[in-house]
Structures are given as structure tokens and as C-alpha cells.
């Protein structure tokens, strides 16, 4: 089956430890994205990456840090840094055919920290 | 910030037909009207989008006025599975999806 797979589910860790979360997609779709959503909030966008070796930073960028070595592999590391890491995390990936511009998303992975 | 505004909560019975609206004040002439919906605890899901004509697929109707400022999106037999929050979206070949904070959709038997 074609898609995108986060793991874990849910991950616990705590205050002061790094933590990266794994983002993986075999829809040969070049564009991938990390978002993240707090309860009763929409989607804020991380860091995205349009190509393999390039990334730019999202809105919420700061305490967070990503890379892309692979096309299949966006991988996005949760620093100490970051102030209030506890949230949802979804992961996307972008078709862009002649009509349609999609962004397929991840099952997530509920990151808390205490 | 999100570019679209759409009701906070709406409420619908199984069976019935549910109309979403969503107003696209600020929508250009290129970008396109898309509607994603996220069930509790999982990645959002695309459903439709359009430009200016109506649309309609095996999941939902678009309905997109003529001055392209508002949209309504319809699921036709409402079912207990469609409870969800719904996203409209005004989207064109950027880099980035806006998603506001949707409307929250509960279908009661």
C-alpha cells in the first residue's frame, strides 16, 4: 500500500531530551511537511522540504529541527529548546498532478512531555 | 493566519444532508477552494476542491458562489462516520497549506 507512516503513536519523553519523530512516504511525491496542532486548534506548519537536501523553516520553526537526506525520509527532531513540545505532530506529503494539488497526511504521532 | 472563516460547531442528524459553509473574502483570482476534514486523533483528509464551477465526487459536493467569496461543501446522507472538523482552504501552487481552526461537525443518530 502507498502512504505515509509516522511512528510512534504516542511517545513519551522527558523535559530536557531531544526527540525525533519519524516521517516516512513511498508516494514518490517530492514536497514533504511537518505540521503541528494543539487541542482545539488548526495545523501550524514546522518545516517544510521541496527537494531532497533542502528545507525551509514554517511558521513555528524555533526548537525544532528536520533534515532530508532521502526523498522517501523527512525526520523531525523535537530539541529541548522548544518551550511547550507537548502536541500532535502530522506529517504530509504533496502530489502535484496537472489538476489537483493534494497534501496527504500521516496518522501522527501525540508527542508528550513531562 | 488563515485566510478563510467557517462557523465553529455545526450540528446535523444522521441521514440528512449537512451544508458546511465557509467565507473566502480575500480568495484571488487563481487560487483554488479545497476542503480537508480531520476525524478525531488522525492525519487530515482531502475531499474536494474547486475553482470556480460546482463539484462533486464520491464523498461531496462543492458549491462555489459566482463572486467566489463564499463556499458551502455537502455531504448529501450525513453518517455517524462523518463527524469531524472540516477545513476550507484558499490554495495556489505555494508552498503551504493555512488551515484555520474548521468547523466541527457532530451527526446525531
Known amino acids: 500500500d502507498g502512504g505515509i507512516t509516522q511512528s510512534p503513536k504516542y511517545l513519551f519523553r522527558k523535559e530536557g531530551q531531544n526527540v525525533t519523530l519519524s516521517c516516512e512516504q513511498n508516494?514518490?511525491?517530492?514536497?514533504m511537511y511537518w505540521y503541528r496542532q494543539d487541542p482545539g486548534q488548526g495545523l501550524r506548519l514546522i518545516y517544510y522540504s521541496q527537494i531532497v537536501n533542502d528545507f525551509q523553516k514554517g511558521d513555528i520553526a524555533e526548537g525544532y529541527s528536520v533534515s532530508r537526506e532521502k526523498k522517501e525520509s523527512f525526520p523531525l527532531t523535537v530539541t529541548s529548546a522548544q518551550k511547550n513540545p507537548t502536541a500532535f505532530y502530522l506529517c504530509a506529503s504533496r502530489d502535484q498532478g496537472w489538476d489537483l494539488d493534494e497534501q496527504y497526511f500521516g496518522p501522527g504521532t501525540r508527542l508528550t512531555v513531562t | 493566519d488563515a485566510k478563510t472563516t467557517q462557523p465553529p460547531s455545526m450540528d446535523c442528524a444522521e441521514g440528512r444532508a449537512a451544508n458546511l459553509p465557509c467565507n473566502h473574502s480575500t480568495i484571488s483570482g487563481n487560487e483554488y477552494v479545497y476542503w480537508y476534514r480531520q476525524i478525531h486523533s488522525q492525519g487530515p483528509q482531502y475531499i474536494i476542491h474547486g475553482l470556480k464551477n460546482n463539484e462533486t465526487n464520491e464523498m461531496a459536493s462543492l458549491i462555489i458562489t459566482e463572486d467566489r467569496k463564499s463556499s458551502t461543501l455537502i455531504l448529501p446522507h450525513a453518517t455517524l462516520r462523518d463527524t469531524a472538523v472540516y477545513y476550507c482552504i484558499d490554495f495556489y501552487n505555494t508552498d503551504k497549506l493555512i488551515f484555520g481552526t474548521g468547523t466541527r461537525l457532530q451527526v446525531f443518530p
Open positions: 508516494l514518490n511525491h517530492d514536497a
